[in-house]
C-alpha cells in the first residue's frame, strides 16, 4: 500500500511466509525500503519484488510478525474485522455463551492471525496483553472493536502490557483501563468460582489455558488425598474439592499465590474445606512429603523462555518429576506439565521418562495433555502449542 515502508527478502528466502508461517526472521532480510521504527507496519517482497505479506516490524530475531497476507489497510475496520473472526470462533466452539463458564481467551497470538497480541475475557473485562510493540500502538483501534462487538456486555478493557514487552518500550507505559473500570474480578469456570486479580497477578490474572486439565483432575480426585504444586489461584486445589478429594495440600512459594488459593477455596467451600495451603519451595516440599499423596499436579512456571536455557530447564523437569514419582504412592496419578514453548513435548517427554527410569518405578502415559480450543494452533505455526502435559499412573 501507498506510504507503508517494504521490507525485500533475500533470495530463496520467501519459502517461510508462502506457506503461510506467520514470523520473518531478521537474517531473511536484504533490503528495507524506507525509515522503520520498531513496532512500524511493514509489506513484504520478494527479491522478485513480489507482495508476499503485511505485519508489525520489530527489531530482534522476529524482524516482523505477520496479521496479513494480503495487501490492506490495518485501519479500525481490519481490526473489527480481526476480532471478530476470532470471537466467532469461539462463539462456534461453545466457549462463548457457556452458562459454567465465562472466562476464556479470545486472542491467542499467531492462533488467531494476530502474533504479539493476547486478549483474555474475564465475565466482562477483556484484559490485553501485547507482546509486540506494534500489537501495542494498535491499543485504541482494538480497543474499538472491543466494544462494538460485545456492546453493553463489555465492562472494562484492561491493558497489562508493561511486563511483557521489552524494557526499552515497556519502561515508558503503564497498565491500565483503556475503558471503563471493574472491580468484580469474580468468574465462573465449569460451574467453579474464582475470583481473578489482573492488575497484580500473573499474566493476565488467571492461568485459562489449564480449564480442561482441571476437569479432568476432577475426574481423579474423589476420595483422594491431592498435591497441588505450583498453585498459583488454586484452580486445580478447587477442581478436587469439587470432585470429592478426602484432603487437598496446595503449595507455592509466593505468599501472594497462596492468598489468591485462600480466597479461592473460601469462595467455593467457606471455612469447612479440607485444604491446607503451604507457602513452600516444591522441590524441598516434594523431598519431605514422600508416600502421602494419591494424586498430584506439578505444573511449574516455564522453566525455559529462551533456547540457551534450555538443557537447564530440562534438568529441572527431570529433577522435580524424579522427585513426584519417586514420592507419590503406589498406584498414583501425576498430572505433570511444561509450558515453555522452546520444550517441545519430544523433549518433554524425554525428560520425565529420563525421572521414570532413575526413580526404577513401573510408570504408564495414562493421556497426554495440551491447550484447550480457545488457545488454537494455527496448523503453519506448531511453535503456538507451548502447553504440554502428560498423565502418569506409577504403579
Known sequence: MSGIPKIILGSGKDQSPRRFHPWIFSGAISKISGELADGDVVEVYSNKNEYLCTGHYQKGSIAVRIFSFEQMEPDAAFWKGKIEKAYNYRKAIGIIGNDNTNVYRLVYGEGDGMPGLVIDFYNGTAVLQAHSIGMHREKEKITQAL?????????????????SLSDRYGEKIMN?????DDKE????????????????????GFFI???ENRKLVGQYAKNKKVLDCFCYAGGFS???????????????????????????????????AKQTSHVA???DFLKDHQNEYDVMIIDPPAFAKHRDARHQAMMGY?????????????GGIIFTFSCSQVVDKYLFHGAITAAAIETGRTVRILQYLSQPADHPISIYHPEGEYLKGMVLFVE
Do not use: C
Open 147 to 163: 466494544q462494538e462487538i460485545y456492546g453493553a456486555s463489555l465492562k472494562a478493557v484492561y491493558d497489562k502490557s508493561k511486563e
Open 176 to 180: 491500565g483501563y483503556l475503558f471503563g
Open 185 to 204: 474480578k469474580q468468574v465462573l469456570e465449569n460451574g467453579n468460582k474464582i475470583r481473578v486479580d489482573w492488575e497484580e497477578g500473573q499474566k493476565t
Open 209 to 211: 489455558d489449564q480449564r
Open 238 to 272: 478447587v477442581y478436587a474439592l469439587k470432585a470429592g478429594a478426602t484432603e487437598v495440600h496446595s503449595v507455592d512459594s509466593s505468599k501472594a499465590a497462596m492468598k489468591l488459593t485462600d480466597d479461592n477455596i473460601r469462595l467455593n467451600f467457606g471455612e469447612s
Open 281 to 283: 519451595d516444591a522441590f
Open 318 to 330: 527431570k529433577r522435580l518429576n524424579a522427585l513426584a514419582i519417586q514420592g507419590i504412592k503406589p
